[in-house]
Each structure stands twice: as structure tokens, then as C-alpha cells.
């Protein structure tokens, strides 16, 4: 269960983003003590006693006693915040606990005996749904980690939180469903080879009978026998303009009248 570690903090007397710039400036950690129906505090904290927590493990879920000004208070760090570049915690928030308190914090799963579970003997995968649980329980009685047991997993085998063995008086924030924690996966060539050696399905075969088959043609023969009555057609109509010029008349010879008929009769004595 949750173990308590000493910060010995200093009162900032200002708040506000300049007071907390100057604590930085002076080598220290600004942050804020709050909760329990109490007035915050503003802090600031050694940086090398923050960065030594912050190196053990369950830093979030282990209880902490903060010395301010002789007076000693239980907290919970709930939050710290990194400069983007050189990673160094700039800003820490505490959560003031009572005895009685009674809290909501992510306690980190630890999967053991994987060397007891079938699936991942034959080559299985473990994929780890949810890498932390979020509980409520008693502020004294937070644990630092969830154990969760492989023992007799196979491929495509879960672990539900209820099979997981939580400690007394500690229960998810998740109530109403069997949430899923891990699962066993097949790894990628095996899941090829099963891929591959599935059989096609077979094809649908269409039976058609012989009244349907002579329907089927003669609904086919239909369009070729229209394209070919349609071709006929347009190759007797002129088309264009040899449709719309007449064809010229021949000329018929005529008896020649007037003078021209006179002139051709022979003359008397000649």
C-alpha cells in the first residue's frame, strides 16, 4: 500500500505566473497545495527532491507528507507539468488528503508469468489494452500496482477485470462493463498462414433450362435483327446532297420554227 515520503516545501507568498517565474529563477519548483475544503497553499519544492521521487516508481500513487513552515499535511501529487524542452518538472500540484479520504488515481498493471501462458509460448502476442487502471479506494490504501496473471492464455484468450484479483476495499471507476485489460493475439505470419490456407467459396452456378435458353436468344437476336432492318433502310435512302438535287433532263431535239426553217429549204433555180 501507499507509503509516505517527505517534501520539506516553502510558502510563496505571491501567485500569479510572475511569482512563479521568480521561483524558478531562484532554483526552485513552484506549486499548490489544495483540497479538503481548505485554502490553497502556494509552494515551492527542492528540485532534486522532486526529480528523486519522480525516479521511483508509483510516484502518482504513493502518499507524500509535506513540511510547511514546521506544519506536516498528507498530499497526493496529482499533476506535474515539463518544460518541452529540457524535460525538468517547472510546475507540481498536491492534493491535501484526509485519513477518511477517499480518492480516484490510475495504479499502473504489471503482467506476470508470461512464460506460463500457452499463446505466447507459440509465438502469441501480448497486447496490453490498458497499461493502467483507474480505482477508487481509500486514500491510505491506494496500491502501487496491479498484478495481472497469464497463466494459461492462449491465442485469442482476454483478461477481463473481473478476472483480475484487486485488493479489499478497491474498485474501478468502470462498473458497467466487463472492460477488456489484455489480450493474446496471433502474430502476423501465423494470421497469414491461416489467411491462405482458407478455401474459396464456391462459385454460383446458373442453370438454365431450354425454354429459357430459346427466351434468352431470341430476346438477343432481337437488337441484331433491328440494327440489320435499320441498315437496309438508310442504304436506300439517298442521303445528303444526291438526295435533294434532281437529275438533269436530256434534251429533246425540236423542228426549227420562224426564219432558221426557211432558211434550210432549198432555193428554186439553184
Known amino acids: ?20 517565474r521568480a521561483a524558478r529563477r531562484a532554483g526552485r519548483v513552484p506549486g ?131 478476472a483480475v484479483g484487486l485488493p479489499e476495499d478497491v474498485r474501478p471507476t468502470i462498473t458497467s462493463r466487463d472492460f477488456t485489460v489484455a489480450t493474446v493475439a496471433a502474430p502476423s505470419t501465423m494470421a497469414a498462414e491461416v489467411e491462405t490456407a482458407a478455401p474459396e467459396a464456391p462459385q454460383p452456378v446458373e442453370i438454365i433450362t431450354a425454354k429459357e435458353g430459346k427466351e434468352k436468344e431470341g430476346a438477343e437476336a432481337e437488337p441484331e435483327k433491328e440494327a440489320k432492318g435499320r441498315e437496309a433502310k438508310e442504304a436506300k435512302e439517298p442521303r445528303g446532297k444526291e438526295a435533294k438535287e434532281p437529275k438533269p433532263k436530256e434534251a429533246k431535239g425540236k423542228e426549227p420554227k420562224g426564219k432558221e426553217a426557211k432558211a434550210k429549204e432549198p432555193r428554186g433555180k439553184e
Request: net charge neutral; proline share 6%.
Open 32 to 162: 499548490v497545495i489544495y483540497g479538503s475544503k481548505k485554502t490553497p497553499e502556494t509552494i515551492s519544492v527542492d528540485p532534486r527532491e522532486l526529480a528523486t521521487e519522480l525516479s521511483r516508481p508509483g510516484f502518482f500513487t504513493r502518499l507524500h507528507d509535506v513540511q510547511v513552515n514546521g506544519a506536516t499535511q498528507k498530499v497526493l501529487v496529482r499533476a506535474v507539468q515539463f518544460h518541452p524542452v529540457s524535460d525538468r518538472p517547472i510546475h507540481v500540484d498536491f492534493l491535501r488528503v484526509e485519513p477518511d479520504s477517499r480518492v480516484t488515481v490510475a495504479v499502473p498493471v504489471i503482467f506476470e508469468n508470461q512464460a506460463a501462458s500457452p499463446g505466447i509460448k507459440r509465438g502469441g502476442v501480448l497486447n496490453v489494452v490498458r497499461h493502467s487502471i483507474e480505482v477508487v479506494c481509500a486514500a491510505a490504501r491506494i496500491p502501487h500496482e496491479i498484478r495481472v496473471d497469464l497463466t494459461g492464455l492462449d491465442i485469442g484468450d482476454s483478461v477481463h477485470i473481473s
Open 1 to 20: 500500500m501507499a507509503d509516505a515520503n517527505v517534501f520539506h516545501v516553502e510558502r510563496r507568498e505571491r501567485a500569479g505566473k510572475g511569482a512563479a
